[in-house]
């Protein structure tokens, strides 16, 4: 199965081709389903488990979950997911951090330039317990 489909009135189908054999082959063929609705119709992105029925007008699908050896394994074959369709949740993450690139890039990695760098990013971290939004703008 590459994706179960639920409508407004909680009708469910899947889409699935029973040709494909491989787990390479289904997630190629996903990319393809994502790449072709998301050029004529506007996507809403939920979390896992946010929505239950769409409402009139709508159609959610929910394509299976894959864990992080999934991902990288597919990575390393050169290949990706469907854009905005992996999405992980990390409780404390921290936002803005900003190290210069050839700190990260260095073979040798300069270690009294990275504690100075910490040191000086160490007062500026503030924790916010509750949910918030962001805007950059």
Not at 18 to 36: A, G, H, P, R
Not at 84 to 112: A, H, K, Q, Y
């Amino acid at each position: 199965m590459i994706a179960t489909i639920v409508n407004y009135t909680g009708t469910v189908s899947y889409a699935s081709i029973d040709l494909i054999n491989s787990e390479e082959e289904k997630i190629d063929t996903w990319c393809k389903m994502v790449e072709s609705y998301s050029q004529w119709y506007s996507v809403k992105r939920l979390p896992n488990g946010e929505c239950v029925h769409p409402e009139e007008g709508f159609v959610l699908l929910r394509y299976p979950a894959y864990t992080l050896n999934d991902l990288k394994s597919r990575v390393l074959n050169g290949k990706t997911f469907p854009a905005g369709v992996t999405r992980f949740l990390i409780n404390g993450r921290l936002l803005n951090l900003s190290i210069p690139l050839d700190l990260l890039i260095s073979e040798n990695l300069n270690e009294t330039e990275w504690y100075q760098l910490l040191e000086r990013l160490q007062n500026k971290i503030r924790f916010y317990s509750e949910s918030i939004y962001l805007c950059e703008a």
